[in-house]
């Protein structure tokens, strides 16, 4: 990949800073050596994935995994339309900022060995960032990436995930939280205020997503590594749950702004259905995430969500259930924040996810356990997670159904707690929709969009790479997305082998 030239070119297109051109040089002693601490460069690593929020995943991943729906006539991207102002921002962002970043520090403390724990926290998180990346776009330039060579070829998405395996394994073995000697990071550290233990239990964790997400396309490589990655320790409680804190005294472009400030988004009609579908009465998990505005006559009713895909969204689109924040005196942590420096947080893993994972790997016969039982802790940590009173959690897990039936039906019920539970994380959701077409969501009720590379009455699959990368790298790709009109959206990724209009009966015959 020719990352100096696609740094100029789209830097060029979308960085209107206003700076003037010798500004770093006048500015600039000659005779001082910057060099950054670790910390320094670490924290604003983590928070990459909070940048550009609303154009980088809640126009797309949030609308494809119906969480969120639309509000702003224009807005096509919810009929499945790519928007290149947009989305260039989230390869931008990761290959000329996130991956130099990560490279600098392994440049300047990789042969230190006092900074061996931190460096390992480093890839395991850069691990994670390059997760969002494929379960995006696909195949990816990978190798080499990010160091200042041209050229880098696209890897297909095979072996980067074996590569990305091999990353986790490796920095899980080398940390030692033992060794006093190591540098630790607190304040720096937004994920786990210098926890090694934490870090390698994430990483386990990262390692059993990433397994199961193969599952249909490579099960013997995914039964390896899901059970490698449960016998090194996985999450073992909510105070392992992996998230991003956002803090008061900036501004964020995350969820609490696009519904309530931008009023650009309201929760999904989809989504809502399902918080009364599955036990027969209201999930006691809605309260505590949604909430109306005082003045929609809704208000003090059920909760209602906006249908997805329409191309002239109603005039009443905005009485529908929004996020419940603190303006709305809300109780969810993740929505309202500590009480005090801290707003609300990003989730990046839940706790309750990985034990939906375990119940997966075990319905499969992959590790010892009991589906069923691993599947109701994992609604019960989603419950706790959340907040809900332990007797409200009990009931609604008493009326929900046991896993039953056929392993596809048992998948499905299982798959659908795990999306509910997974509320917001978008990104995540969607790739669970993709790789087993569980649950149920709609199309675009106006329809695909004519303007989108998705044929009608079928799913958007992947986001399309750059029109800057095909300027530039148009040569590297996957011969079949080289040049822009291939680089379709309908196109299924490697992992995803399932194509949910065969379902029979409401169910898959793909996924065992």
Request: aromatic share 12%; net charge negative; hydrophobic share 40%.
């Amino acid at each position: 990949m020719k990352i100096k030239s696609l740094i100029i070119t789209m830097i060029s297109a979308i960085f209107i800073m206003g700076c003037t051109e010798d500004f770093v040089e006048t500015n600039t002693n000659p005779t001082i050596v910057n060099t950054p601490t670790f910390g320094s460069l670490f924290n604003p690593i983590l928070q990459n994935p909070t940048r550009n929020y609303q154009r980088n995943v809640n126009l797309f991943a949030d609308f494809y995994a119906q969480y969120w729906g639309n509000l702003v006539d224009g807005f096509e991207s919810p009929r499945y339309e790519y928007v290149n102002p947009w989305l260039r921002n989230k390869w931008l962002e990761f290959y000329t900022q996130t991956l130099q970043e990560a490279n600098t520090l392994i440049d300047i403390y990789g042969e230190d060995p006092v900074y061996t724990n931190v460096l390992a926290q480093l890839d395991i998180w850069i691990v994670a960032e390059w997760v969002r990346m494929l379960n995006a776009y696909g195949d990816l330039p990978y190798f080499d990436a990010g160091k200042g060579i041209n050229d880098v070829p696209y890897s297909p998405e095979q072996e980067i995930y074996y590569d990305l395996f091999d990353r986790l394994d490796a920095a899980v073995k080398v940390i030692d939280s033992s060794d006093e000697s190591q540098v630790t990071l607190s304040e720096d550290d937004l994920i786990y205020n210098g926890d090694a233990e934490k870090w390698k239990r994430f990483a386990n964790s990262l390692r059993l997503r990433l397994a199961m997400r193969l599952a249909n396309v490579d099960p013997g490589k995914a039964q390896a590594e899901a059970a490698a990655a449960i016998n090194l320790g996985v999450m073992t409680t909510n105070d392992d749950v992996a998230r991003i804190p956002l803090w008061r005294d900036g501004f964020y472009d995350y969820l609490h702004i696009i519904s309530n400030i931008f009023v650009n988004i309201r929760v999904s009609e989809t989504f809502t259905n399902y918080l009364y579908s599955e036990a027969g009465f209201e999930d006691p998990r809605a309260s505590r995430w949604l909430a109306y505005n005082e003045s929609s006559p809704l208000n003090g009713g059920d909760f209602v969500g906006v249908k997805n895909g329409f191309d002239i969204v109603p005039e009443d689109a905005v009485d529908f259930a929004t996020m419940k924040t603190e303006d709305f005196d809300g109780e969810y942590i993740d929505f309202v924040g500590d009480g005090g420096a801290i707003l609300l947080y990003k989730p990046i893993m839940f706790y309750s996810e990985v034990l939906f994972l375990q119940a997966e790997a075990a319905l499969r016969g992959w590790v010892p356990g009991d589906a069923n039982g691993l599947y109701q802790q994992g609604i019960q940590a989603s419950m706790d997670h959340v907040g809900v009173d332990p007797g409200q959690a009990s009931a609604y897990i008493a009326a929900v159904p046991t896993l039953t039936g056929s392993n596809e039906a048992q998948l499905k019920q299982l798959i659908t707690q795990k999306w509910i539970a997974n509320f917001p994380n978008g990104a995540e959701a969607w790739a669970d929709f993709r790789r087993t077409d569980y649950p149920d969501i709609t199309l675009p009720v106006d329809g695909v969009s004519s303007n989108a590379t998705v044929a009608q009455d079928t799913w958007v699959k992947r986001l399309r790479y750059p029109d800057e990368a095909h300027d530039l790298d148009s040569e590297l790709m996957p011969s079949q997305f080289n040049t822009i009109q291939t680089n379709r959206m309908d196109a299924r990724l490697w992992w995803d082998t399932a194509d949910t209009k065969t379902k029979s009966g409401g169910l898959m015959n793909s996924n065992f």
